[in-house]
């Protein structure tokens, strides 16, 4: 099931304008959208010059919207932090890259290993999980479409929501890529870092900041496994 081999039939399911070329994959570099500036590769950072000066430490940030949202490109958590890094370590070539690609799972990560080492980054920093948190709780946003474009999809959904695997199984199943793409990183003598999402303790937040999480979570996500409920 790599993306490649489907291309073709997943872009005739994108609409005119759309921001990708390979939906939650590749994006669309020939299309900008709002506030979100790509380079050539489709990754929202400046331009990235290779083979890579032997001065310069370089930083590959990957993972889905967590990744790369910002209010600006400048505003995203790499950017950020090379920021900090450059204003602490002054003396030093300091590049962080924001790799990230909204929707993207960890498989398909996996799948663009390729593309990361072609980038020769010194450390890769990899933010992911919640994608294949909502592929699994919220299968729904992959097929939910299809009934709109064949009768035979309105038949075969019920059949698609069966053949979900249970929570265990997709745990170890992003762990195995996790690890896959750590190991092939680390053969490079690429170091590695892990990076996971902030959760509250509801304990330490008031009641209203509770329910606004639970709505967000529940209602504009539709992600039950985020929920602070005991």
């Given at each position: 099931?790599?993306?490649?081999?489907?291309?073709?039939?997943?872009?005739?399911?994108?609409?005119?304008?759309?921001?990708?070329?390979?939906?939650?994959?590749?994006?669309?570099?020939?299309?900008?959208h709002?506030?979100?500036?790509?380079?050539?590769?489709?990754?929202r950072?400046?331009?990235i010059?290779?083979?890579?000066?032997?001065?310069?430490?370089?930083?590959?940030?990957?993972?889905?919207?967590?990744?790369?949202?910002?209010?600006?490109?400048?505003?995203?958590?790499?950017?950020?932090?090379?920021?900090?890094?450059?204003?602490?370590?002054?003396?030093?070539q300091?590049?962080?890259?924001?790799?990230?690609?909204?929707?993207?799972?960890?498989?398909?990560?996996?799948?663009?290993?390729?593309?990361?080492?072609?980038?020769?980054?010194?450390?890769?920093?990899?933010?992911?999980?919640?994608?294949?948190?909502?592929?699994?709780?919220n299968?729904?946003?992959?097929?939910?479409?299809?009934?709109?474009?064949?009768?035979?999809?309105?038949?075969?959904?019920?059949?698609?929501?069966?053949?979900?695997?249970?929570?265990?199984?997709?745990?170890?199943?992003?762990?195995?890529?996790?690890?896959?793409?750590?190991?092939?990183l680390?053969?490079?003598?690429?170091?590695?870092?892990?990076?996971?999402?902030?959760?509250?303790?509801?304990?330490?937040?008031?009641?209203?900041?509770?329910?606004?999480?639970?709505?967000?979570?529940?209602?504009?996500?539709?992600?039950p496994?985020?929920?602070?409920?005991?």
């Open positions: 099931m790599h993306p490649e081999t489907h291309a073709e039939f997943l872009r005739k399911l994108l609409q005119e304008g759309s921001r990708w070329d390979i939906p939650l994959y590749r994006p669309n570099v020939s299309v900008q709002g506030h979100i500036h790509l380079n050539s590769l489709g990754f950072s400046r331009e010059a290779t083979p890579k000066a032997d001065d310069l430490f370089r930083i590959l940030c990957i993972g889905g919207s967590t990744t790369e949202e910002g209010a600006t490109n400048e505003t995203t958590y790499p950017a950020l932090l090379e920021s900090q890094l450059r204003r602490r370590f002054s003396d030093k300091i590049e962080v890259i924001n790799a990230g690609i909204s929707g993207i799972s960890s498989d398909w990560h996996l799948l663009r290993i390729p593309d990361y080492l072609n980038l020769e980054p010194d450390l890769v920093i990899i933010h992911l999980g919640v994608n294949d948190l909502w592929r699994h709780y299968f729904e946003w992959a097929v939910g479409l299809l009934p709109r474009y064949s009768n035979f999809w309105q038949i075969a959904i019920p059949a698609l929501h069966a053949l979900r695997k249970d929570a265990q199984a997709q745990n170890r199943h992003t762990r195995l890529c996790v690890e896959l793409m750590t190991i092939l680390q053969q490079q003598g690429i170091a590695v870092a892990y990076a996971s999402i902030a959760c509250p303790n509801p304990d330490d937040i008031t009641r209203q900041e509770r329910q606004y999480y639970q709505y967000q979570a529940g209602n504009h996500w539709k992600l496994a985020f929920s602070l409920q005991r």
